[in-house]
């Protein structure tokens, strides 16, 4: 059994962590992150921030994060929080804590912006997140597919080029 961890707000200091864990995260699931310390600090804090945090803290050292974000649905009819990532250290695992992170994200967005819902994506691989969020009450959304357009093709559509 590890030592009990303490869940609280990122702060910009942070920056390096989140960035660190989200390398961690990336060579867990094969799937390298972008984000830099730098894009970090520019989008998770400040008056404009894209994102919030919550760093996961053992022994005085980060051992997992949530980043997450408002979310909205016509369908359900009001805002959620769309949780981005979610990861705790391998030692950490099996201990609660990926499930404290996400009741931290649940209560802290219901608190800020009235969210009803959590939203997240996993990834098909990763059957030890499914597992959590299936004991925690998640269950596919309706036949929904997570997609995305990046790159080029975003920033033409962005110009107007729709083909």
């Not at 707000?9 to 989140?18: E, K, Q, T, V």
């Not at 970090?40 to 945090?53: L, N, Y």
């Not at 979310?71 to 695992?93: F, I, K, L, M, N």
């Amino acid at each position: 059994m590890t030592a009990p961890a303490d869940i609280r707000p990122a702060r910009p200091d942070d920056a390096p962590a989140i960035a660190e864990m989200l390398v961690r995260m990336g060579e867990d699931l094969n799937d390298p992150p972008s984000a830099t310390e730098a894009s970090i600090r520019a989008d998770g804090f400040g008056p404009a921030a894209r994102f919030s945090t919550l760093i996961a803290e053992a022994g005085g050292r980060p051992v997992g994060f949530a980043l997450y974000f408002p979310h909205y649905s016509t369908t359900r009819g009001g805002p959620g929080a769309y949780v981005q990532d979610v990861w705790t250290a391998p030692e950490q695992r099996g201990q609660g804590l990926g499930a404290a992170l996400l009741a931290a994200v649940a209560a802290r967005a219901a608190r800020d912006w009235g969210a009803g819902y959590l939203a997240l994506s996993v990834h098909g691989h990763n059957a030890g997140a499914e597992r959590l969020y299936a004991r925690l009450g998640f269950t596919p959304d309706r036949g929904l597919r997570p997609m995305a357009l990046t790159g080029a093709r975003f920033t033409a559509l962005a110009a107007g080029a729709v083909t």
